[in-house]
């Protein structure tokens, strides 16, 4: 398994801008953001093969937020804007070493290491 380490959740009005950061230890083929509200399942956000660079986005954020990964620092990256009060969660970064077809790179189940999480908050 893969140690993450998240950071950059606070709280925000509607309509700002947050940058999540997640640092890893190992190898990753894919990397993702998710999220969870109290009450709710976890939903993926966002995810990204770390050697290809394609990316996969929720519906909920598709245009608003940019998932990124910086090779060099280890560091994946969540820039969201025109933040919303339905996405206040607690965002969890996940990796995953071996290979994952692109259909399942939003399903939490697939991911074998997860960070903390980092809470977001977003008021109107």
């Known amino acids: 398994q893969v140690r993450l380490a998240e950071s950059g959740g606070d709280s925000v009005q509607a309509g700002g801008s947050l940058t999540l950061s997640c640092t890893d230890s190992?190898?990753?083929?894919?990397m993702g953001w998710f999220r969870q509200a109290p009450g709710k399942e976890r939903e993926g956000v966002a995810s990204i093969y770390t050697n290809g660079g394609n990316t996969i986005y929720a519906d909920s954020v598709e245009g608003r937020f940019t998932i990124s990964r910086s090779g060099a620092t280890s560091t994946l990256y969540l820039q969201m804007n025109d933040l919303k009060p339905e996405d206040t969660g607690m965002y969890y970064c996940a990796a995953r070493s071996s290979w994952l077809g692109w259909s399942k790179l939003l399903h939490a189940r697939e991911y074998d290491s997860w960070g903390q999480g980092t809470q977001v908050t977003v008021s109107s």
């Open positions: 190992g190898y990753t083929y894919v």
